[in-house]
């Protein structure tokens, strides 16, 4: 596959991160929205620009602070860009970045930032089914059968990849172990100090068959935020500027469609994602040095990890194990922040966030050398994305 | 009812006040099973849509078919999401394809012991489940075994 005629590659970078105190849902001292002021404050002081700076906004998944109140709060002069990724899940925390990406590529906006802001103790819980009495449309196919979380709603997909596949359930355990390995060295982690052995994820309570509750992210409380802007403005801010190589979303053929009648069932719906990505951001999968794959479910993590080219259905049991998976000895470091099953379920920004962490060599599990870093977001919802980080050497 | 497979408490599936969904509620009730079909280019498409997503027409219709088919997928639920599956944990979710409808799928719970044994590929059939007695009455779609 040829170059694209118009890739964002290396035409943008992030100059900032920013994240709260991460809390156990419920936990959050702080308004949901004085933490999203409180992650986007930390990006701004971290890439070292004032806060009125920013003149864009992009979020996802409904998120419930609003651009406008937002930039009041920040002391922003203008608005420039306010953008929201239809979609529910984590699926859309690549995209914000791709579509503040684009917003700054277009010249509509020129520091833009994407954040996610989650108090689930403040509003309704993620794993919590239906509270009405009557269900109608496409929930009323399945809640009067007991299948209402989001769980519930993806389990049966990871038990026809085993069947289709001959896929082993210790490659979920592999992806719930690995990341619990790597809280243990992230403070910002919700589980740091709390290690998973292998005989307790076996032991663990099965939430429903075939996920163990360790295969189950994590319900959180906090706020995240990523600032791009043009790799120009980003040299002036810092001698070590970690490049958008590309950033994607979309989903396969009817991904929406209701009662689990997708036609391709057994995906992360990354599969049309992918190869653009790969030819957006000029590299292939032997060239990237770490991956964060968004975890909803280990499960969807195998279909990512396989639809994403770092293994096939038939090498999966063999290269999906704990010592390849962890950072910074293994062939395929994995979600080395401990990811949405260990440091926090951001939607999937403290993925994005990780990822950037390690071009830039700061992360709490580095991967040596890390030039080249893979994330994507929401596998198996109706619209996904992911996203490529590089540092300067790879644009050469 | 202890005839049930889950317990009385959990939401009532009521036909959408837009009508599309109706055909296949209405059916139900008659303990029949109709799914859409297009007229057009014969495309079966399950959920319902306002048109057929094979060749976009808006003249999709409806069909009876045979309420049998065979285990595509399941899971067990154990940790209960709704209060009143509080004592009903574990059930066994299955997803049904049906060859016959150009293999379209339906999400019902497994009739009968939910750790009995059974596989991918197994034929099953239709269990009509009456709730005459809610307020707005409704029949769901369980799937038994065929052995």
Redesign the interface.
Known sequence: MGELEHSLRGRVAVVGVGETTYYKRGQSPDPEFVLVLRAILAACADAGIDPSTIDGFCSYSNDRNTPARLSAALGCDVIRYSNMQWGGGGGGAAAAVQNASAAVLSGSADCVVAYRGLAQGQFGRF????R??????????????????P??TY???T??LF?DHGISPDTLKAVSLAAYHHAQNNPRAVMYGRPLTPEAYDAS??????FHLYDVCLENDGAAAVIVMSAERARDLTDRPVYVLGAQQGGPR?SG?????QPD?VTSSLKPVIPRLYQQAGVTPADVDVVQSYENFTGAVVMSLIESGFCTYESANEVLTFDNLIAPSGKLPLNTSGGNLAECYMHGLGLVIEAVRQVRGTSTNQVPGAKVSFVNAGPMVEVVSAAIFGSAEVLG | MSDYV?PEG????????DG??RPY?EGTRRHELWVQHCPECGTWQ????WNC?GCRSFAIGWDQVAPEGVL????????P??GA?AD?V??T?V?VELPHAGG??????LFGDPMQPFA?GDRVEAVFEDHDDS??P?T?VQWRVLR
């Not at chain 1, 469609?257 to 009648?261: E, F, K, L, S």
Request: proline share 10%; net charge positive; charged share 10%.
């Open positions: 794993g919590q089914g239906a009405s009495s009557t269900i109608s449309g496409a929930a009323a196919l399945t809640a009067p059968y007991g299948v209402m979380s769980a519930q389990a049966m997909r038990t026809r069947h309570r099965w939430i429903t068959e075939p009817r469609v209701a009662g689990h009648n069932y | 889950l959990l939401p009532a599936p009521v036909p959408a006040r599309l969904d509620w399950w959920g319902p849509e997503h595509y997928s399941w899971q067990r639920p154990w940790h999401v709704h599956l009903a574990p059930y979710v997803l379209v799928r339906m999400v019902g719970n991918i307020p707005t409704f769901l």
